[in-house]
């Protein structure tokens, strides 16, 4: 996993109001327009910004077909859905390096695939090309009671274009499962940069032990690279010390 710095996180988009525990979910695009006011780069940086860790699939030592199911080295699994589209592992760097996830809508009303995680997670994000000003549907199933809960984004009109989608959740949801669905009206799009990781306000991080089986919860994790406050006792005994090095001074003169 990759721990974040603290960075300025820009503007985010939100489906609820602004607040811990509050749903939030960030769009970019390398077009600014049909209401798309972010970067592809500003909407990630945020994205990352409001996250404990994460962790992103680059679609590296990918194995398998969509039918059976795409392999990662990142632990995740992509598969089609059978509504007559289909994915692929694609040779594509059109989002940074290759390979990536290729997607043909052969006729269906949208590509759609699923993505399930090795592990639970609290927030996901992907990079997606070329989806021209098609929408994005975004399914996540809930880890604990497979309850889904569904997102649909307006994409950003035009074609041969970045965009990423983005999703934290609230702080003690986390999910196993992703369904994508892009409603491109060209019918070939590429996926790549896959991120899936835990948001700062998780109340519940599950991490892997590798001596173990299973993860370990770890509560409230502390905010990376946060200074803590001292305890009230604490400064107390911190302002004693000085004086007490201040007397000894003295006394030397």
């Not at 974040?4 to 970019?28: C, D, R």
């Not at 699994?77 to 390096?97: D, E, H, K, R």
């Not at 993505?115 to 809930?142: H, I, K, R």
Request: net charge negative; hydrophobic share 40%; glycine share 12%.
């Amino acid at each position: 996993m990759k721990l974040l710095k603290p960075i300025i996180a820009a503007v985010a988009l939100s489906t609820s109001a602004a607040s811990n525990g509050a749903i939030m979910t960030f769009q970019g695009s390398s077009v600014l327009n049909n209401g798309v006011t972010m970067t592809l780069a500003e909407a990630r940086a945020a994205w990352e910004a409001s996250l404990f860790s994460f962790t992103v699939d680059t679609i590296d030592g990918a194995t398998g077909t969509g039918a059976t199911g795409i392999n990662t080295a990142a632990g995740n699994t992509y598969t089609n859905t059978g509504n007559g589209s289909s994915i692929s592992i694609s040779g594509s760097n059109s989002l940074g390096s290759a390979p990536a996830i290729g997607g043909n809508r052969s006729g269906a009303s949208l590509i759609s695939f699923d993505v399930d995680f090795a592990s639970p997670v609290n927030a996901v994000g992907f990079d997606v090309y070329d989806n021209d000003g098609g929408g994005m549907e975004l399914t996540l199933t809930d880890a604990d009671t497979g309850v889904e809960t569904l997102f649909s984004f307006s994409s950003s009109t035009g074609s041969t274009h970045s965009e990423f989608f983005g999703v934290v959740f609230d702080p003690n949801v986390f999910v196993s499962a992703l369904r994508v669905g892009g409603t491109d009206p060209g019918g070939i799009t590429t996926w790549d940069n896959f991120t899936f990781g835990i948001g700062q306000e998780a109340v519940d991080v599950c991490v892997q032990d590798p001596t173990l089986p299973q993860c370990v919860s770890i509560p409230n994790p502390p905010n990376p690279g946060a200074n803590p406050v001292p305890e009230p006792a604490s400064l107390a005994v911190l302002g004693l010390g000085l004086a007490g090095l201040a007397f000894r001074r003295k006394i030397k003169k």
